[in-house]
């Protein structure tokens, strides 16, 4: 019998009691172990933020229920299994798009997924899908950055690989979770969970892609996110999550919501009067479990024999919970249902593993942005190698602001006195590791913490300065400046860091700046008085050792921005694919360019870029230079569906690298629709390639845009091919095509 059918056979042996029990999703830093115990054995069909042991002890429990369903446990794995202090913790989901490798980032989620399963867990609530836009918002580190092209990437890449390529019940195979549905990063001023004001056309052409990505992979559960989109919260919003996501989408895995979203619509949201309406509008707008609102359990009993919600609603929501925990093959795979009792003590030793560690060391390697370098960087190429070094700034030693958000010391609750049980490695510690191999002295002085307003040990650090040949900044943004409900109207640096910069300015020794940052921050200034400037994200365990290694030319860099740096804040919302239209184009006190754009990267060689060509598998339509023509043809809207299958432009080009010493080299494509019926960006990234390329080498490099990458969202909020002149951006190439 097929794992639906099964489903719905076991729903249909549960009381109504036992059904919306499954609808509920504990969390075990809001309930006693003892609570938690008596909420497994009256069925609740899920836990959060609860590991090891403590989750095998609930299993046991639940395990003792009348229908011995077996619970899932969710967790915040989103860049490893971070929460755990043994577990492998790789740069943030940011620093690993800047990566732009798609085998890479699907190697972490399968990597995060075995150290999940061993420790007795099923279920991320990663990827997160929301578009980092507003640099204001406490949450950018979580993101893949500001373009929806490649967050789709990543999205589904870590999709495939948390859910084992659709193999769920596998031992290592965990539920992903896309998240939050949707636009939450597009909140209003970057305030966290305030109002998204995105009209439906937006929505379609920026959010919704890369969820049909998600869906397209296979994801089994979508996260409804905390705020409204244009006033109306995503928890209580049946035409987004029922007609749009669940219908129009086809998604058929199931939704649970955020973090007490239920309980929110009544006291954040004001759009219930009581838990009875809250539960009544969450069930009607299409959520199936209900993350940390227990009180749900009672209310919804009371709605449905009252008749005011129709049991089918439950139902249906119970199947979709039912089948996934038959896909993950919690009714047929033991190995998935840990109990104190079986647990297997022969633990496979996944997390934190060697192999692991060394896959982070791969991505970490692929995740710093070299943004800019007069030529100091490598430090250690000839005679004139830096003899003695100093280290200044809060972020060269500081284990807690390199992990970043969503580790073991930060949720489930903040635990700043919590320790690594698995290599990790400052920027300190990495250049230390070098003193001897490169015979220079090393002098460190943190100064100040990110965010003091002072710079308590300046004078030292401007004594080490004077006497040193090169002056290593590492600054950036700590946990007390980023996060949940930690938005910032300013990204300038710190009083105290922009203390420190004066000083080492007015010293006069060469700088060289390592920004270790959740997200990209107001660094005009650092930026102009720094040789060189690295942007390392939170890059996880072992950032400090690459780091120092980029720095000394042992690696050589190669990611690229997946979000732009602004001039100033002021500036914000900004991005590379914004809108023509904009009069004057500039503010009067400051012109509109990034500092760095998305897309920006450097390393220590050269590529060049050539040879452009194409080829179409199909006749283009639009070759007609009489406008009136022109005009019949735009205004005729082609079949489009058929027209589209199959169809697809490839570009040819070569790459050399004229430089001696191997490269890797990330190509991005991006698209101009020059006319259209609805006003579309100034360009769009539509492709990218990571390549190899050995010193001195040249290759061909093929690659190919799908005509339906070219669709719109028209006036009719139909998704739409428009014949017309498209020009292709690769590089310093450009391509103009009429299609
Ligand atoms: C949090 C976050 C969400 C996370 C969930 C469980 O509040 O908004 O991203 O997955 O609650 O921790």
Aim: net charge negative.
């Amino acid at each position: 019998m097929d794992l639906k059918c099964r489903a719905v056979e076991l729903r249909e042996k549960m009381s109504l009691e036992e059904k919306v029990a499954q609808m509920l999703q504990i969390s075990y830093s809001r309930v006693s172990h003892k609570e938690a115990l008596i909420f497994a054995k009256m069925g609740a069909g899920s836990f959060l933020h609860v590991m090891g042991d403590d989750a095998r002890a609930i299993q046991e429990e639940a395990l003792k229920s009348r229908l011995k369903i077996p619970v899932i446990f969710g967790i915040d794995a989103i860049h490893g299994h971070a929460l755990n202090s043994s577990s492998t913790v790789f740069p943030s989901p940011l620093a690993m798009a800047a990566s732009f490798d798609r085998n890479l980032v699907k190697s972490v989620a399968r990597a995060t997924a075995r150290e999940v399963s061993e420790d007795a867990l099923h279920w991320t609530f990663s990827p997160l899908l929301c578009i980092g836009r507003d640099l204001r918002w406490g949450r950018i580190s979580e993101t893949f950055g500001e373009d929806p092209f490649l967050i789709g990437e990543m999205a589904k890449v870590m999709i495939e690989g948390y859910q084992n390529d659709g193999d769920l019940k596998e031992d290592n195979g965990i539920l992903a979770c896309a998240k939050h549905f949707i636009a939450y990063g597009e909140s209003t001023g970057g305030r966290d969970s305030y109002d998204s004001p995105v009209p439906e056309r937006q929505l379609r052409s920026l959010f919704l892609p890369p969820f049909q990505k998600a869906i397209d992979a296979g994801v089994g559960s979508i996260m409804a996110g905390y705020q409204s989109v244009d006033l109306l919260p995503c928890s209580a919003n049946p035409y987004l999550l029922k007609d749009i996501l669940q219908k129009e989408m086809g998604f058929e895995g199931f939704v649970v919501t955020d973090w007490e979203n239920v309980r929110s619509l009544i006291g954040k949201q004001f759009v219930a009067k009581d838990i009875y309406e809250a539960s009544y509008k969450a069930i009607k707008s299409g959520n199936h479990m209900i993350m940390n609102t227990p009180e749900f359990y009672n209310a919804t009993l009371d709605l449905v024999k009252s008749g005011l919600v129709e049991e089918s609603l439950i139902d249906e929501a119970v199947d979709r919970i039912l089948k996934i925990k038959f896909d993950l093959g919690l009714f047929d795979n033991s190995n998935k249902v840990q109990t104190l009792k079986n647990k297997n003590n022969k633990t496979k030793g996944y997390i934190g593993s060697k192999a692991h560690e060394k896959l982070n060391e791969e991505i970490t390697k692929r995740a710093m942005v070299l943004l800019k370098n007069d030529g100091i960087l490598p430090l250690f190429k000839d005679e004139k190698a830096p003899k003695r070094i100093a280290l200044i700034g809060p972020n060269a030693d500081d284990v807690m602001n390199m992990l970043g958000d969503w580790t073991y010391f930060t949720h489930p609750e903040p635990k700043p006195s919590n320790t690594p049980k698995t290599k990790v490695v400052t920027l300190k510690e990495g250049l230390e590791s070098l003193r001897e191999k490169y015979d220079f002295d090393l002098y460190y002085e943190k100064v100040c913490s990110t965010s003091d307003l002072e710079a308590a040990g300046l004078k030292k650090a401007i004594r080490y300065a004077q006497t040193c040949d090169l002056v290593i900044l590492a600054l950036g943004d700590g946990l007390e400046e980023y996060g949940e409900e930690k938005d910032r109207a300013s990204l300038e640096l710190s009083l105290g860091q922009k203390a420190i910069l004066e000083a080492m300015v007015e010293v006069g020794t060469p700088i060289v700046t390592v920004l270790v940052s959740s997200k990209p921050l107001d660094v005009y200034d650092l930026a102009k008085f720094s040789s060189a400037m690295i942007y390392g994200f939170n890059w996880g365990s072992l950032g400090g050792e690459i780091c120092a290694k980029i720095l000394a030319g042992e690696i050589n860099p190669s990611a690229k921005l997946p979000i732009s740096f602004p001039r100033h804040t002021g500036q914000l919302p900004i991005y590379y694919n914004y809108l023509p239209g904009w009069h004057g184009g500039k503010y009067v006190d400051f012109h509109q360019s990034q500092l760095f754009e998305f897309g920006h990267g450097l390393s220590y060689s050269k590529v060049i870029y050539g040879n452009l060509s194409y080829s179409l598998n199909f006749k283009a339509q639009f070759d007609e230079d009489d406008p009136i023509e022109r005009l019949k043809r735009s205004i005729k809207t082609l079949p489009n569906e058929e027209y589209l299958k199959g169809k697809a432009i490839k570009l040819s080009f070569t790459l050399e690298n004229i430089s001696d010493i191997d490269c890797e080299e990330v190509i991005l494509v991006y698209v101009k629709d020059e006319i259209s019926s609805v006003i579309t960006p100034v360009k769009e990234l539509k492709a990218f390639e990571r390549v190899s390329l050995r010193a001195k080498e040249k290759k061909e490099v093929n690659i190919e845009i799908l005509l339906e990458q070219l669709c719109i969202i028209d006036g009719n909020y139909n998704k739409v091919f428009e014949n017309g002149d498209f020009t292709f951006i690769i590089n310093d190439m450009q391509l103009k095509l009429s299609l």
